[in-house]
């Protein structure tokens, strides 16, 4: 027979206290909101409604780089990215948790978005590390760690609810400092953890294949703001702001651009995949995004049959004029860094090449008059291209288009 010593049984008494308070606590938020597990479920399916969450803010800086806080670098990406799915995804209402520098509690981020029956919940964060070498971009969904780099993570995120009053009473004593605390982390089963996983991998794809970041996985660890939401949600860190290279580009409008649009094309394609066996919804022309919280199913039903609108607010539907400027056998990885001094870079595969363009502009004129511009950086045979779809067309048709 194995026996424990007088230390051990104390430590495995305040383990099973933790465990026993903290359950408690989660218990009753699960029986409060084990209902709109159903009430979702019976929805359609169609993708409406985001939370974009932007980490910390107020008396809560976050992480801290040489030059820079976590809470205005993730206020400034968490607006540029609900401004994307805004502006090309008008059926979708974008609800965020913070638009300004004021402190919002974890738990009521949670409650924001368990009140307005969102569909996807997504926080958006920045990185730090005790040492300045580790860079890269990490996605994590709500789960036990594996490893203590995620529960340091976790540990450095969860912290913020020490800058909220009476804490302890609203968390039921859970000290986010406390490896134990975690323990309550291992009797959760995430009813969304395969819908959250995807959207993860595809934030992840777009920020390695897309932007050239360095991608350093999907994980999952035990994040309170993810814990207490009733629908599939992410935590995105973005880079580390104790890494120099990282500090600089997160603090750059360019690379909030990117990292902005990286996660608007993820969460695109997510909607686009759980909506693939949906019918069609008609958009009309002139909708508004103060209505797109309204039952767009009831105005459809209301629109002619035969009423065929594209939406030309998609990015991806309309035609945009592009300035190619190079071509590689394969993809260059780090290519979004590798042409400095160009803006809004893409690629595109033709004939087994890879083509490289900068710059997006709806008229040709814009694109030609950029092209210029292009030149005079050294790429000496650049020209400009049309795009529809994803998919190069001649300018010819493209001008008869946007003439």
């Known amino acids: 027979?194995?026996?424990?010593?007088?230390?051990?049984?104390?430590?495995?008494?305040?383990?099973?206290?933790?465990?026993?308070?903290?359950?408690?606590?989660?218990?009753?938020?699960?029986?409060?909101?084990?209902?709109?597990?159903?009430?979702?479920?019976?929805?359609?399916?169609?993708?409406?409604?985001?939370?974009?969450?932007?980490?910390?803010?107020?008396?809560?800086?976050?992480?801290?780089?040489?030059?820079?806080?976590?809470?205005?670098?993730a206020l400034s990406i968490a607006l540029k990215t609900g401004g994307y799915i805004e502006k090309y995804l008008p059926d979708v209402e974008v609800i965020y948790t913070r638009k300004s520098d004021r402190f919002v509690?974890?738990?009521?981020?949670?409650?924001?978005?368990?009140?307005?029956?969102?569909?996807?919940?997504?926080?958006?964060?920045?990185?730090?590390?005790?040492?300045?070498?580790?860079?890269?971009?990490?996605?994590?969904?709500?789960?036990?760690?594996?490893?203590?780099?995620?529960?340091?993570?976790?540990?450095?995120?969860?912290?913020?609810?020490?800058?909220?009053?009476?804490?302890?009473?609203?968390?039921?004593?859970?000290?986010?400092?406390?490896?134990?605390?975690y323990i309550i982390f291992s009797l959760f089963q995430n009813a969304f953890l395969d819908q959250s996983l995807e959207f993860a991998s595809l934030v992840q794809n777009q920020f390695k294949e897309r932007v050239g970041l360095r991608d350093r996985g999907v994980m999952q660890a035990g994040f309170l703001v993810l814990y207490r939401i009733t629908m599939p949600g992410v935590l995105v860190e973005t880079g580390y702001l104790t890494n120099s290279k990282d500090e600089k580009y997160l603090m750059s409008e360019k690379g909030q651009v990117y990292i902005a649009s990286a996660i608007y094309r993820a969460f695109k394609a997510y909607k686009?995949?759980?909506?693939?066996?949906?019918?069609d919804l008609i958009i009309p022309e002139n909708t508004q995004l103060a209505e797109s919280g309204k039952d767009l199913k009831d105005r459809n039903e209301k629109s002619s049959a035969k009423q065929e609108i594209e939406d030309d607010r998609d990015a991806d539907q309309q035609v945009l004029f592009k300035v190619q400027f190079a071509t590689s056998a394969e993809l260059i990885k780090d290519y979004a860094t590798k042409f400095i001094g160009l803006e809004q870079l893409g690629y595109y595969d033709h004939n087994g090449l890879i083509k490289y363009t900068s710059g997006s502009f709806s008229s040709f004129q814009e694109a030609n008059k950029y092209k210029n511009k292009v030149r005079r950086k050294g790429y000496k045979d650049a020209f400009v291209i049309a795009m529809q779809k994803d998919r190069r067309i001649s300018l010819a048709e493209a001008r008869k288009m946007h003439p």
């Open 272 to 279: 686009k995949e759980m909506e693939k066996d949906l019918p």
């Open 1 to 73: 027979m194995h026996y424990i010593n007088r230390y051990q049984r104390s430590k495995l008494m305040k383990i099973m206290i933790v465990v026993k308070r903290v359950f408690a606590f989660f218990g009753i938020v699960a029986l409060v909101f084990l209902p709109l597990h159903d009430a979702f479920a019976d929805g359609e399916g169609r993708i409406r409604k985001v939370v974009i969450d932007a980490g910390h803010g107020g008396r809560d800086p976050g992480a801290l780089g040489k030059n820079s806080r976590e809470k205005d670098i």
């Open 105 to 181: 509690e974890l738990h009521k981020r949670a409650q924001i978005a368990n009140e307005a029956q969102a569909d996807l919940f997504i926080s958006i964060h920045c990185n730090a590390n005790n040492s300045s070498q580790p860079y890269g971009t990490e996605t994590y969904v709500m789960g036990l760690h594996k490893s203590q780099a995620n529960l340091e993570v976790a540990q450095k995120e969860n912290a913020a609810i020490l800058k909220e009053e009476d804490y302890q009473a609203e968390y039921e004593g859970f000290d986010p400092e406390s490896p134990e605390a």
